[in-house]
């Protein structure tokens, strides 16, 4: 089985990070787009279940449940959804974090590290130090990556790449696109590999 998977994904969603670490499993190239499904979600008329309390409530139980079908960790970062509903962390610095990773040549330690800091190992991703921290323990230069996150380039980047995707049809994370056809969720990633699997047959 081989083909492509266009991931678009957001640090912010637990069901993305369930995801993410599933898609090796599928044997295929992923294509990393990483976006801010908070803007992607205004531009579509979606709401994020923070807004619904009842739907934040109840994905909270789904996710664990699907944690723990997968034998992962899975846990709530308490100090990082304090900062973000107060203003005092704007999250588009992680996703144009993985932008300047991709550039730099340092996505896959990256990624991994800010997920598990998100959601498997709680840590704190508020704070400079905090990100200065998690990235240099994950063998990266924090320096050059942050640099490269403010730069104007990046910021317009994550613009076009949030339009793009709004555009696709993307509303929420995770999203996959595999041969112009789209899933959404960790738990279509079953017709993910049947549509990998087509591709490969034809």
């Given at each position: 089985?081989?083909?492509?998977?266009e991931f678009y994904?957001?640090?912010?969603?637990?069901y993305t990070y369930l995801a993410n670490t599933r898609l090796p499993s599928l044997g295929a190239e992923i294509v990393y787009r990483p976006v801010f499904i908070m803007d992607v979600m205004k531009l579509v008329n979606n709401r994020p279940s923070p807004e619904?309390?009842?739907?934040?409530?109840?994905?909270?139980?789904?996710?664990?449940?699907?944690?723990?079908?997968?034998?992962?960790?899975?846990?709530r970062n308490q100090d990082l959804w304090p900062a973000l509903m107060s203003g005092k962390f704007d999250a588009?610095?992680?996703i144009r974090g993985a932008l300047a990773a991709q550039d730099l040549g340092v996505f896959d330690q990256y990624h991994t590290a800010i997920f598990n800091a998100a959601w498997h190992t709680p840590r704190d991703l508020a704070s400079e130090?905090?990100?200065?921290?998690?990235l240099a323990?994950?063998?990266?230069?924090p320096e050059p990556v942050w640099k490269r996150a403010d730069a104007p380039e990046l910021q317009v980047r994550l613009a076009e790449g949030t339009r793009a995707a709004?555009?696709?049809?993307?509303?929420?994370?995770?999203?996959?696109?595999?041969?112009?056809?789209?899933?959404?969720?960790?738990?279509?990633l079953d017709f993910v590999a049947e549509r990998l699997a087509s591709t490969a047959a034809a």
């Amino acid at each position: 089985m081989s083909s492509t998977i266009e991931f678009y994904f957001d640090y912010l969603s637990p069901y993305t990070y369930l995801a993410n670490t599933r898609l090796p499993s599928l044997g295929a190239e992923i294509v990393y787009r990483p976006v801010f499904i908070m803007d992607v979600m205004k531009l579509v008329n979606n709401r994020p279940s923070p807004e619904c309390p009842p739907k934040a409530r109840y994905s909270a139980l789904d996710a664990a449940r699907w944690a723990k079908r997968y034998g992962i960790p899975l846990a709530r970062n308490q100090d990082l959804w304090p900062a973000l509903m107060s203003g005092k962390f704007d999250a588009r610095l992680l996703i144009r974090g993985a932008l300047a990773a991709q550039d730099l040549g340092v996505f896959d330690q990256y990624h991994t590290a800010i997920f598990n800091a998100a959601w498997h190992t709680p840590r704190d991703l508020a704070s400079e130090s905090g990100r200065n921290a998690i990235l240099a323990d994950a063998g990266i230069s924090p320096e050059p990556v942050w640099k490269r996150a403010d730069a104007p380039e990046l910021q317009v980047r994550l613009a076009e790449g949030t339009r793009a995707a709004a555009e696709k049809g993307v509303f929420g994370s995770p999203t996959f696109i595999v041969d112009g056809e789209m899933f959404f969720g960790n738990d279509r990633l079953d017709f993910v590999a049947e549509r990998l699997a087509s591709t490969a047959a034809a």
